[in-house]
């Protein structure tokens, strides 16, 4: 045998293991939107990582530290005690108007995803108003090889978006939408 016909045996034997080898891939979601606001009024609504009350799914806001490095958030989604959500800060700048965070905390049930980290941006807009930017990475509720439906991809993948979206549509209701 010689070299060349060993490394491609080699190669093919080795790569079917590799395949079966491959776990979850990180997931990405990045939304936008934009609204007649000025940068400064839409970060005084979003900017404080302890206060989350803009989105429409939070009840409530538990948080400790305000806007320092490693403040942690509990989120409550609905009355009466609903499901919850631990967050830590990892990264803030007022100046730049955006925060970086982590999930420590939540039930696959509640939001299908492992591994979450997210970035929240209001930046000016061409010809006034701002943008917002909400931008998530993260894997998948199930983190073995064949998940069920509701842990797979697309299901973390759906529900970072509608997170999103239902957030982002409370700013542009409250903020009206740019033109």
Do not use: C
Request: proline share 6%.
């Amino acid at each position: 045998m010689n070299r060349r016909t060993f490394v491609a045996t080699i190669a093919a034997a080795s790569a079917p293991g590799a395949v079966w080898a491959h776990g979850p891939t990180r997931q990405k979601v990045t939304l936008t939107a934009e609204v007649a606001a000025p940068p400064e009024d839409v970060w005084a609504a979003i900017g404080n990582f302890d206060d989350m009350s803009w989105h429409p799914a939070v009840f409530s806001t538990e948080g400790e530290g305000e806007n320092e490095i490693d403040a942690t958030r509990l989120l409550t989604l609905g009355q009466d005690g609903g499901p919850t959500i631990a967050e830590v800060l990892y990264k803030h700048s007022a100046e730049k108007m955006s925060y970086s965070y982590r999930i420590t905390a939540v039930e696959v049930e509640v939001l299908p995803v492992t591994n979450y980290s997210s970035h929240l941006t209001v930046k000016p807009r061409d010809g006034g108003g701002s943008i917002i930017e909400w931008r998530g990475a993260f894997y998948r509720g199930y983190p073995n090889n064949d998940p069920p439906a509701e842990l797979n991809d697309e299901a973390a993948v759906a529900a970072v978006t509608g997170v999103y979206q239902a957030g982002l549509d409370a700013l542009v209701e409250r903020f009206g939408a740019a033109s």
